[in-house]
């Protein structure tokens, strides 16, 4: 079953510009993760953000968490046109008594125009 | 050092065959995920072992895939017989303990069933 569904679906900006992304999940987490996909190539983990946290920083990536809310979002700021991929977030499946998978959205398909 | 390695990259068989995928994870790594990805239904965790033993394997689709780990450093998912319906790109990962550690991918298998 899908657990974070992220928001928007595809997003296109100019290069210098912030990106941000938002993910929705449904049920209690430990931590929620970030990843991201070029075109042809696997997932790479970008940030952990475990629930006890608000905010993380790495580089120009900043992820915030609202369990109140149940979602989090990611900010890629002064985006460069390498920055061009898809964006997951992924949840552990603690509440479906397994909290060793990840379940991953659909993730939002990021262009940076040059 | 060499992340998880997947062999083939591509694979194109006709229906009705036997199709073995292989993975070799990071080295040290305890967990091994199988993941399929389509554009319908996104990334979907097929099976997952913990130290070679298969822990579970709720989202194996059907009587038709099997996967085996028969050592630490290899692992193969099997689909027999093939079906158009499995094409799809497949990734392996490797993570340490799972739950709050990242995975690591591989660049994943893309298979076409003609």
């Not at chain 1, 929620?32 to 608000?54: A, D, F, M, P, T």
């Not at chain 2, 040290?28 to 399929?36: E, Q």
């Not at chain 2, 979907?44 to 009587?63: A, H, K, R, T």
């Amino acid at each position: 079953s899908q657990q974070g569904e992220e928001d928007p679906q595809a997003l296109s900006i100019q290069e210098g510009e912030n990106a941000t992304m938002n993910c929705s999940y449904k049920t209690s987490i430990n931590n929620l993760q970030w990843y991201r996909q070029n075109s042809g190539r696997g997932l790479v983990h970008l940030i952990l953000i475990r629930s006890n946290e608000r905010e993380k920083h790495s580089g120009r990536l900043r992820v915030t968490l609202d369990t109140s809310k149940k979602s989090s979002s990611l900010l890629i700021t002064a985006s460069r046109a390498a920055d061009t991929a898809s964006y997951f977030c992924a949840t552990d499946a603690r509440a479906q008594g397994g909290s060793e998978k990840l379940v991953f959205g659909k993730g939002t398909k990021l262009t940076v125009n040059p | 050092d060499a992340g998880v390695i997947q062999s083939p990259r591509h694979e194109v068989t006709e229906m009705g065959q036997e199709v073995t995928l292989r993975c070799k994870p990071i080295s040290g790594h305890d967990y091994l995920f199988w993941y399929r990805q389509t554009m319908m239904r996104g990334l979907e965790l097929l099976i997952y072992f913990n130290n070679n033993v298969p822990i579970d394997d709720s989202g194996m689709p059907e009587d038709r895939f099997s996967a085996k780990m028969p050592n630490a450093s290899f692992s193969t998912l099997k689909i027999q017989p093939s079906e158009p319906r499995d094409s799809a790109v497949y990734f392996c990962a490797s993570s340490f303990w799972a739950g709050s550690r990242p995975q690591h991918f591989g660049d994943g298998t893309r298979l076409s069933i003609l």
